[in-house]
Nanobody, 118 residues
Framework: DVQLQASGGGLVQAGGSLRLSCVASGFTFDDHAIGWFRQAPGKEREGVSCISANNGKIYYGDSVKGRFTISSDNAKNTVYLQMNNLKPEDTAVYYC???????????WGQGTLVTVSS
């Protein structure tokens, strides 16, 4: 079965840091791009960052550039999202997903809640 297990969320003060992890299983990791999305209450889901496990290409949303860093450990089928200088507006449920670069099929994991207090 395909699984994307996100973890690492929590409560942090503004200016603090958290590292999210997304552990993938059940598919060929190197054939996918792994991304992080977030959804705050009452808002639409927003793309945060994405990394291609195949060639390492990286994307960041404008709101997180310079503060968040995505990385991939292909040996562990894991993608990390290092979040620094967190702001209250970063509060959201963060989801990881995987997109096949071959079939464009998308898999979603469960979310992990990040709460940033002011």
């Amino acid at each position: 079965d395909v699984q994307l297990q996100a973890s690492g969320g929590g409560l942090v003060q503004a200016g603090g840091s958290l590292r999210l992890s997304c552990v993938a299983s059940g598919f060929t990791f190197d054939d996918h791009a792994i991304g992080w999305f977030r959804q705050a209450p009452g808002k639409e889901r927003e793309g945060v960052s994405c990394i291609s496990a195949n060639n390492g290409k990286i994307y960041y949303g404008d709101s997180v550039k310079g503060r968040f860093t995505i990385s991939s450990d292909n040996a562990k089928n894991t993608v990390y999202l290092q979040m620094n200088n967190l702001k209250p507006e970063d509060t959201a449920v963060y989801y990881c997903n995987a997109i096949s670069i071959i079939s464009r099929r998308v898999f979603w994991g469960q979310g992990t809640l990040v709460t940033v207090s002011s």
